[in-house]
């Protein structure tokens, strides 16, 4: 298969995880016979800094013009602590996503076995969690319109859905749940929005189309709750763009690091691969970025393009860097192993995945040699 991929590394730590991910496409492209191609281009601070817009014309015609995108991460300092900076890296991220009609957010959130005594939770809570939230991402709260009085002393945001933006989204959750345990948990608000309510009536009609898969409603506090209470009650969540955005970051301690959570965002034409993280500008060049959520990002790229077989590659050989311990600090604080050791690691055993014998006592990571 031949894709053309849109990179855009974006700021802080972006650029250093979107290398690894796209050492680890190339892997697969030579072990698969694929021909995967790349066009990098500006997002966020950085393009601020080079062309006064946090989305350049030349970026978002270079992402038109792609099969898919693969996204790094996006903010800086500079405007993160500025509340009243007029143009801001994340402005560029929101202009994308609408100007690309992503209205749909994917994140899958897994317990690894190897992991489960880094989270801050009970290891009995979380082990065996397993789910993937789909939040919509195109409307809502952060589209609405916005409004400030001229003497700054009243404000309002407005959310607004339609029934269709609700129907797209939801019929994508069910046939999710259908592939995996037939269960589907709707997040909302509805005892006291409007939107909500809506939201209720237009999921409850479509779940009559899938049998099979349960519906479960949740208030969006007392799903907060459950996520750190009872997380393998979860399989497919689905609820509205500020809740998701809020639920999906929480969800990240049962992993043990933020560093893990991959993310699609897909449309009826286009898709954004990224991990979820921040920019994490603290930790710019110092290596110790955990590179595993944009490379299992780069594996849900795949599976798009119904390439099954070399993402569960990607995920096996990024599995494996975990079960051996092969991990950055966020995960192993006293590990010596780099942003880039953990690439070439996953890189290395999808080449050599027949040939491998692993275990942590002999392997040299980074010189091209992993008996």
């Not at 929101?94 to 957010?105: C, D, F, G, H």
């Not at 009995?124 to 916005?146: C, H, N, P, W």
């Not at 959520?293 to 790229?301: C, H, P, V």
């Not at 880039?340 to 942590?360: A, H, K, Q, R």
């Amino acid at each position: 298969m031949k894709l053309n991929i849109a990179v855009l590394p974006g700021d802080g730590i972006g650029p250093e995880v979107t290398n690894q991910s796209i050492k680890v496409l190339n892997a697969i492209a030579e072990k698969f016979n694929h021909q995967f191609t790349y066009k990098h281009a500006l997002m966020g601070a950085i393009a601020i800094d080079e062309t006064g817009e946090p989305l350049p014309q030349k970026t978002l015609d270079i992402c038109l013009d792609s099969d898919a995108i693969l996204f790094g991460a996006i903010g800086d300092p500079k405007y993160d602590n500025n509340p009243n900076a007029k143009v801001r890296p994340e402005q560029g991220l929101l202009a994308l996503r609408k100007a690309l009609n992503l209205y749909t957010n994917i994140r899958p959130v897994k317990a690894y076995d190897a992991l489960l005594d880094k989270s801050p939770l009970k290891e009995q809570i979380i082990k065996g969690a397993d789910m993937v939230i789909y939040r919509e991402l195109t409307s809502g709260i952060y589209f609405g319109k916005k409004y400030l009085s001229e003497d700054g002393t009243k404000a309002s945001d407005d959310c607004a859905y339609t029934e269709e933006e609700i129907s797209r989204i939801t019929h994508e959750a069910f046939k999710a749940a259908e592939k995996r345990n037939n269960k589907v948990t709707l997040v909302d608000k509805a005892n006291v929005l409007e939107t909500s309510r809506l939201w209720r009536k237009v999921v409850s009609n479509i779940a009559k189309e899938y049998p099979s898969v349960e519906l479960d409603f949740l208030f969006v506090d007392n799903a907060a709750m459950q996520m750190i209470l009872n997380p393998k009650q979860f399989d497919v969540i689905l609820t509205e763009n500020m809740f998701g955005d809020i639920i999906s970051d929480e969800a990240s301690v049962i992993g043990g690091s933020i560093g893990l959570l991959a993310s699609a965002s897909t449309g009826n034409d286009k898709a954004l691969f990224e991990p979820i993280h921040g920019s994490y500008p603290q930790a710019k060049g110092k290596g110790i970025a955990n590179p595993i959520a944009s490379i299992l990002s780069s594996a849900m790229l795949l599976d798009h393009f119904g390439l099954t077989e070399e993402a569960d590659v990607i995920r096996e050989a990024s599995e494996k860097s975990i079960e051996l311990g092969i991990c950055t600090p966020d995960l192993i604080p006293n590990s010596t192993y780099t942003t880039t050791n953990v690439g070439e690691f996953i890189e290395e055993y999808i080449t050599n995945i027949n040939e491998l014998s692993l275990n942590s006592d002999n392997m040299e990571v980074g010189q091209s040699t992993i008996i």
